[in-house]
């Protein structure tokens, strides 16, 4: 599977097509879900991974990026569905995605990105049967 921070980044330097519905983002005849974890780090490496459609949508709205477009960013985001990303980020995560920097010190590894995004595993439940048995047993 690609990585979508890495077809994000290469659709837009290399000019070819993105779009959007409801639910996903498309790179040609990929797509993944809106809410994917990508590899980039929020409040400058210290929070949560950015979801892909946080930094697409920043992507498509750079003039309403900084602190002099901020309350027209966060109306604009809101309005269309779009998670926010933060001020204190904007500047570096839009000179990578657009190519002008090679990396960000606030990405972080594949491996560690999977474990944050792996699901925790969750002990089954015991079917009716089971706990009805269970509780026949204790009395």
């Given at each position: ?14 000019k070819q097509p993105m779009h959007h519905d409801d639910?996903?983002?498309?790179f040609g005849n990929i797509r993944f879900p809106r ?86 595993p969750q002990e089954p439940r015991p079917s009716a ?11």
């Amino acid at each position: 599977m690609s990585d979508p921070l890495s077809l994000l980044r290469e659709n837009f330097i290399k000019k070819q097509p993105m779009h959007h519905d409801d639910h996903n983002i498309f790179f040609g005849n990929i797509r993944f879900p809106r809410n994917t974890v990508t590899a980039y780090k929020q409040d400058r490496g210290r929070g949560d991974p950015y979801t892909l459609e946080a930094l697409y949508f920043l992507l498509l709205k750079p003039h309403l990026a900084g602190a002099a477009n901020t309350r027209a960013y966060n109306d604009e985001s809101r309005t269309q569905g779009f998670p926010k990303v933060l001020l204190a980020d904007q500047k570096d995560v839009l000179a990578y995605l657009q190519g002008k920097t090679e990396t960000s010190q606030y990405l972080i590894s594949i491996d560690e990105l999977a474990a944050i995004a792996a699901p925790t595993p969750q002990e089954p439940r015991p079917s009716a049967v089971e706990h009805a048995a269970g509780e026949k047993r204790q009395r």
